[in-house]
């Protein structure tokens, strides 16, 4: 087998493990959906990525889904639906987030990853503060990371070689 076909039936391959595992996990969260979706976007952002540069993701996830929340929790805080409010909070919370980059083990990408798959949690019926929500983005934001580490280790071997 040539070595450049290894790249595009390894991808196959990892998509194919993330539908299956998606099927035994998905009904945990919500039945009757899937979250291959999640995977894919920590796959893609951090594609390329070194392995120490991955594990700074994850507690980035975790600031991600608290500061998704906390925009949540101040734009309610008057009681009030007003875009005004939801605005300021969400220019607090997000110059927070870009200033939080300064801390070695976070990164703003990892973060802002954290804060859209929590914000996505309208489209899944799912309440945005639950174990469920925070689980549901670790799970699949980890084997996102998994992956695209996959990937890029398998390019670099197969592909990059001269």
Request: with cysteine; net charge positive; proline share 2%.
């Amino acid at each position: 087998m040539k070595k450049k076909s290894i790249m595009p039936l390894t991808v196959g391959a990892l998509v194919a493990v993330l539908v299956l595992i998606d099927n035994l996990l998905a009904p945990f969260f919500m039945p009757g959906w899937n979250f291959v979706w999640i995977a894919f976007a920590s796959w893609t952002v951090f594609y390329g990525a070194s392995l120490k540069e991955r594990f700074t993701v994850i507690p980035s996830y975790i600031i991600g889904f608290l500061s998704a929340n906390l925009m949540i929790w101040l734009g309610g805080c008057f009681g009030i639906s007003n875009i005004f409010i939801v605005a300021i909070a969400s220019l607090l919370v997000n110059a927070l987030v870009v200033y939080l980059d300064l801390v070695k083990f976070l990164t703003v990408s990892g973060m802002f990853v954290g804060i859209f798959i929590t914000f996505s949690r309208g489209g899944v019926g799912l309440q945005t503060w639950s174990w469920k929500m925070f689980l549901l983005m670790m799970i699949y934001g980890i084997f996102g990371l998994i992956c695209g580490w996959v990937c890029s280790e398998m390019q670099s071997k197969y592909i990059d070689e001269k």
